[in-house]
């Protein structure tokens, strides 16, 4: 299986941006999906999850009401609607999928098993 993130960039602070990821090489209709982001000299932190149709999700504090995480299971996509963006957002971003069929939602790194190489957001003030 292969993630590939794309939708990266340059923003202004208040600005938004729309990062997709791939997922190839096996469809993952039964699993969940997941962002993190790690910024320098940072651990990599959990961002967003969504359950295999979009049923559930959940956020990490710092970007709820700003973020949106969502997918299409046809297309084997996930998306991550970012908006209001500040600075403190800026750093590589990662999707991540879980090889198992759904069993809740999780918020740590090592719960995920294949991961796209990471998208760059840098949020200018």
């Known amino acids: 299986v292969q993630l590939q993130a794309s939708g990266g960039g340059l923003v202004q602070a208040g600005g938004s941006l729309r990062l997709s990821c791939e997922a190839s090489?096996?469809?993952?209709?039964?699993?969940?999906k997941g962002w993190f982001r790690q910024a320098p000299g940072k651990e990599r932190e959990f961002v967003a999850a969504i359950s295999p149709i979009g049923r559930s999700t959940d956020y990490a504090d710092s970007v709820k009401g700003r973020f949106t995480i969502s997918r299409d299971n046809a297309k084997n996509m996930v998306y991550l609607q970012m908006n209001s963006l500040k600075p403190e957002d800026t750093a590589v971003y990662y999707c991540?999928?879980?090889?198992?069929?759904?069993?809740?939602?999780?918020?740590?790194?090592?719960?995920?098993?294949?991961w796209g190489q990471g998208t760059l957001v840098t949020v200018s003030s």
């Open positions: 090489g096996r469809t993952l209709r039964t699993n969940a």
């Open positions: 991540a999928a879980e090889s198992t069929s759904y069993r809740g939602l999780h918020y740590i790194p090592t719960e995920y098993d294949y």
